[in-house]
């Protein structure tokens, strides 16, 4: 029987690793099968090395563009100019200046964002740019900002260092902390009569569908947006731009940085995985899918369209959302292709000891190295 690719590729991938396949969940058998059969998709985008590397993410970057809906998006909003809000300027611990903006990224839609800038030491220096999405977390701009609401936020943010871009700026980059569509309090799709199961980033997922867009579009496009006002920012050094997020926000990192080739380094954490396991569970919440993905190919193939710039993949232990042995085998695709590109020593994968978090000890030195003049 043949082995559809990508199905293949995974499995001799896990084998390769060395980990037992043992099934992330349980399904009936006769579940399990009709899975295997309408997941395998079609892979017309998959990496598979018979044409140059560059040809084949020409290919695969527009492709994904027009199906997660940002080709329609750039065609309706061609003559839409983003106007950006600036507001008032705090010192926060005599290390850097914290602004809450907001950018409206198309008609009527109005991002907040945290804007936290370092205290230059004088001259008109420029500082490498940090740019973070968060996930599933409706604080989630205010908890990586290091602003929280009260003492129980605080404790909860710092106990799992989810403040990034607080750190982030107290190492010496400009950060930019904005809301994400659909998971942010800010800038929700409200769900009347709970038609959607009561969450907001499902209802939003619905409304694009229908609209020919989706949330991932969406959600990309807002950043896009943010990194051309950031690019002509005085403080911001525009050669050296890194995104990371945590969960959600690490699914907006990965498919920004595949489509977005000013992104120099990338780290999406607890987030970079298959589609879907190799019996059938779908690894991300609704309002990350891309319909149609697996005709396109999978998240190996995300991650290679990021190659040759630097890409870390953060995952911890003991985070009971995704499987170590898919991810390890998933990470052994992407790596594959960073191998083509010649760049082997711009990927890598590092595993933390909890849980759905981030790892920032584990992030510095691959960042700092990738944006090192």
């Known amino acids: 029987m043949k082995v559809p690719l990508c199905v293949g590729l995974l499995v001799g991938a896990l084998l390769a690793t060395g980990q037992e396949i043992r099934p992330f969940v349980k399904y009936p058998e006769e579940t399990r099968q009709y899975l ?27 492709a994904l563009v027009k199906m997660t809906g940002l080709e329609r998006m750039r065609r309706e909003l061609a003559s839409f100019r983003p106007v950006v809000t600036e507001g008032t300027i705090t010192e926060v611990d005599g290390a850097y200046h914290r602004s809450l903006c907001k950018i409206e990224t198309e008609p009527g839609i109005s991002v907040p964002f945290y804007l936290l800038v370092p205290k230059s030491t004088g001259g008109k220096q420029r500082f490498p740019l940090f740019l973070c999405p968060h996930g599933h977390d409706s604080l989630g701009l205010h908890s990586y900002a290091g602003v929280y609401r009260d003492d129980a936020h605080r404790e909860k943010i710092l106990g799992r260092q989810g403040n990034i871009a607080d750190l982030a700026v107290r190492r010496g980059f400009v950060a930019l902390v904005p809301a994400t569509r659909g998971l942010a309090d800010e800038v929700l799709v409200p769900d009347p009569k709970g038609r959607h199961g009561s969450r907001p980033c499902r209802a939003q997922l619905m409304h694009c569908l229908v609209a020919g867009r989706t949330p991932v579009g969406e959600r990309v496009w807002d950043m896009q947006c943010l990194l051309t006002w950031a ?22 990192t990965a498919y920004t940085a595949a489509v977005d080739e000013r992104v120099s380094v990338a780290v999406p954490s607890c987030s970079f995985t298959s589609v879907v396991s190799p019996d059938g569970f779908i690894f991300h919440c609704d309002c990350c899918m891309v319909p149609g993905l697996r005709d396109w190919g999978d998240w190996s193939d995300l991650g290679g369209l990021v190659a040759p710039r630097r890409l870390l993949l953060v995952h911890g232990v003991k985070d009971g959302l995704h499987s170590r042995e898919v991810v390890e085998a998933n990470a052994a695709l992407v790596e594959r292709i960073f191998i083509a590109a010649g760049a082997a020593d711009h990927f890598d994968l590092r595993w933390g000891q909890e849980g759905h978090r981030f790892y920032p000890d584990l992030m510095w030195s691959f960042i700092e190295e990738g944006i090192e003049r």
């Open 36 to 62: 295997k059969r309408i997941q395998q998709g079609e892979q017309r985008h998959a990496f598979k090395g018979d044409i140059a590397i560059g040809e084949w993410q020409k290919k695969a970057r527009s």
């Open 231 to 252: 690019e002509s920012h005085p403080a911001v050094d525009k050669s050296r731009i890194v995104m990371s997020g945590n969960s959600g926000g690490g699914v907006v």
